[in-house]
């Protein structure tokens, strides 16, 4: 079983910008993925980017250029810098850790971007 805790989120004006943290603990040596997701209301939950234990990135089109996946695995963390907001960037972020047996999830952070 992993926990996942995530911090960062918050209100921010176009333009701006803001870094997401997440971290894993538990049985962290089962890892292979984490990664954000977002859900903007009356929408589906998407990924935004997500990295693996060797470092590869997978990162949405919609945010490619402006947002930035990281992670450090000795403290089992990974980060979302969020660059150049945009208000259709407005949604609950949401981490996500996939393991050899399953998927934990964050309890989700608000970023909201304003016009």
């Known amino acids: 079983q992993v926990q996942v805790v995530e911090s960062g989120g918050g209100l921010v004006q176009t333009g701006g910008s803001l870094r997401l943290s997440c971290a894993a603990s538990?049985?962290?040596?089962?890892?292979?993925?984490m990664g954000w997701y977002r859900q903007a209301p009356g929408k589906q939950r998407e990924l935004v980017a997500d990295v693996n234990r060797d470092g590869r990135t997978n990162t949405a089109d919609s945010v490619k250029g402006r947002f930035t996946i990281s992670s450090d695995n000795a403290k089992n963390t990974v980060y979302l810098q969020m660059n150049s907001l945009k208000p259709d960037d407005t949604a609950v972020y949401y981490c996500n850790v996939r393991t050899w047996r399953g998927t934990s999830w964050g309890q989700g952070t608000q970023v909201t971007v304003s016009s």
């Open positions: 538990g049985s962290t040596a089962s890892i292979i993925v």
